[in-house]
């Protein structure tokens, strides 16, 4: 069975998420084509700032982190 490929958004959500969760600056953002996309950036990047302010790092952050938590059942 071939895997399917994340769509963009997700994979932008996930990109801006690790980087709020490493503390990188929101100055980070690549300069992307649509405002949808820097949107989603961005979101994913103040949800891991938040995480890491609330102490989730490394592995107790894994249960939120989007790169590894999977949507199958």
């Not at 959500?13 to 405002?35: F, H, I, N, W």
């Not at 990047?45 to 790169?67: F, L, Q, T, Y």
Request: net charge positive; charged share 30%.
């Amino acid at each position: 069975m071939k895997s399917q490929k994340r769509d963009r958004t997700q994979r932008v959500y996930t990109r801006g998420y690790q980087a709020g969760l490493k503390g990188q600056s929101r100055e980070k953002c690549p300069s992307l084509q649509s405002d949808e996309l820097r949107t989603n950036w961005m979101n994913g990047w103040r949800e891991g700032r938040e995480d890491m302010w609330s102490g989730m790092r490394g592995v107790s952050a894994i249960h939120k982190n989007p790169a590894v938590v999977t949507g199958a059942s």
